[in-house]
């Protein structure tokens, strides 16, 4: 077994959090050493190429789109794309019962297709939940709870809770109410209605206007993977942890199996960014009965995805568009030339189509041409294209995609992570790290925390993604090269971080 025996930091996973730990870890002169299971860089943030004999074609897996109220985020990225980091439009919309509604909702929008008496219903919903607050107020334990107390039954029903129970696969009354508070706490039918007579402010969800890679947001990381190779950095793919010892609340050695074959790591930190119920299972001596019940309490939604090429110059003017009815098997769909020309070929596009699934069921066990078939009918009937417009279909999984935020989660994740957080050179980050659901600034802003704390030798300090505001607001600035910030230093004082930093729904 070979043996590496020197100062680094070992970070394993190679996804958003991952990547930018150890870019800043490099930026500050220490070594870094990056342990990645895929043969790609990026993680869920990776952008994917296919050659066909029509030219290449990129996709991200699913949409991703980048805001934040961080100005050093902004900064960071450009300085590792220059020019090939442009503005985007924003355009969603939700298919609902055969018709497609604008999101954020336009509340005109809506009340000219549902009709007037749906439009009673919602608002006579809404007026008796706002009354019952008042009078005898429901008592909120779940998501389910929250939403129908927040907008009324009518209006939940319509788009929150169907597509809730698609995205987790469990019903909404089992779904915790820390769902709704992160996704939709600022959400209102006040703020719907300010947004017709307003154009800026209100809740996260009215960002209009995104940041994007020229050629994937994959590109991002893949900057900082020629970065660290440029600085002799140490970077290895297609590589995992097998175990994780630990003596006197240190972590002492990491078993990686690489390649090459197995080879012993003796590291002065850890950054962990696998998922958090994978990573519970390596560790040696093994952790405390109650701590490995926990983690078994935990679970993961997964999904697969088709892309496919469409010999079509254009399918819609979209970024994404969400398919909250059951009767529809996938959950949403991206088309990657409305989030850059360089994604396609000319004259051609594509088309990203996500199902939502555990690993294991139906829709993961199925194959290439069963998911295309349960799909097709749906896109000739909405006039998207035809199956002979399709020039190939590629199939993808993935697994730990989703943290579910059962009613039971958050004792589980606290029991885990006040085990793992109590390591003296151990750290773990991102989504799957610390199992919740934040998006793709907020694992940036994970990494480069975790890299802070140990530049300045200092505990973690869990504040991101626990916001109680909505996931989509933003600073978009009109250029990112005049934002002042300041990265973590080694003789910087507290740790800085950014508890504000925005998130949206349409990231993964």
């Known amino acids: 077994m070979n043996e590496e025996n020197v100062n680094t930091t070992l970070i394993l996973g190679a996804g958003p959090a991952g990547m930018a730990a150890a870019m800043e870890l490099h930026t500050a002169g220490t070594r870094v050493h990056v342990i990645e299971k895929d043969t790609q860089v990026g993680g869920l943030a990776k952008t994917l190429t296919f050659k066909e004999d029509v030219g290449v074609f990129r996709t991200d897996i699913g949409p991703h789109r980048f805001y934040s109220k961080n100005p050093y985020l902004y900064k960071f990225i450009e300085n590792l794309l220059q020019e090939k980091w442009q503005k985007v439009p924003r355009l969603t919309r939700f298919f609902i019962g055969g018709t497609f509604y604008h999101y954020p909702i336009r509340l005109g929008d809506v009340l000219k297709k549902i009709g007037l008496w749906n439009a009673c219903r919602i608002l006579w919903d809404y007026l008796c939940e706002r009354t019952r607050k008042y009078v005898h107020p429901r008592t909120v334990h779940s998501f389910e709870d929250y939403v129908v107390s927040t907008f009324g039954r009518t209006l939940a029903e319509f788009n929150m809770l169907n597509y809730t129970e698609k995205i987790w696969g469990i019903p909404c009354n089992q779904i915790s109410i820390d769902w ?28 209009d206007t995104f940041y994007y890679p020229s050629e994937g947001t ?14 002799n950095q140490q970077l290895s793919l297609e590589s995992e942890p097998v175990t994780i010892e630990h003596v006197n609340g240190a972590v002492t050695q990491v078993t990686i199996r690489t390649p090459q074959g197995a080879k012993l790591i003796r590291p002065a930190y850890v950054v962990n960014s696998i998922p958090l119920t994978r990573c ?73 189509v996500e199902f939502f699934c555990f690993k294991g069921d139906t829709i993961w066990n199925a194959s290439k041409e069963e998911l295309f078939e349960m799909s097709i009918d749906t896109f000739e009937k909405i006039h998207f294209f035809t199956r002979q417009d399709v020039l190939n279909i590629h199939l993808l999984k993935k697994e730990h995609v989703y943290p579910i935020y059962d009613l039971h989660y958050a004792k589980h994740v606290q029991t885990v992570l006040e085990w793992t957080d109590s390591f003296s050179n151990f750290y773990t980050i991102g989504r799957p790290g610390r199992f919740r659901y934040t998006n793709q600034d907020h694992s940036l802003e994970m990494g480069i925390h975790a890299a802070a704390c140990i530049l300045n030798k200092q505990k973690w300090q869990d504040t991101f993604g626990k916001e109680d505001e909505y996931l989509e607001q933003g600073h978009i600035p009109e250029t990112t090269t005049n934002e002042t910030s300041t990265p973590p230093q080694k003789d910087r004082g507290p740790v800085a971080t950014s508890s504000g930093s925005g998130r949206r729904d349409s990231d993964r």
């Not at 996704?183 to 009215?206: D, E, Q, W, Y």
């Not at 994959?218 to 600085?231: D, M, P, Q, R, V």
């Not at 405390?288 to 003017?317: C, D, G, M, W």
């Open 218 to 231: 994959g590109l991002i990381y893949e900057a900082i993977k020629e970065k660290l190779l440029t600085g």
């Open 280 to 352: 519970i299972q390596l560790f040696s001596p093994t952790p405390p009965e109650h701590v490995i019940r926990a983690a078994q309490s935990l679970r993961f939604r997964s999904q697969v995805y088709l892309f496919l090429t469409v010999n079509k110059p254009s399918i819609t003017t979209d970024n994404w568009i969400y398919f909250p009815d059951k009767d529809i098997p996938f959950g949403r769909i991206s088309e990657m030339r409305n989030f850059s020309s360089h994604m396609c070929p000319n004259g051609m596009t594509s088309l990203f």
């Open 180 to 207: 709704a508070v992160q996704r939709i706490g600022n959400l209102s039918v006040v703020a719907t209605i300010k947004k017709m007579f307003i154009k800026r402010g209100g809740p996260k969800s009215l960002v």
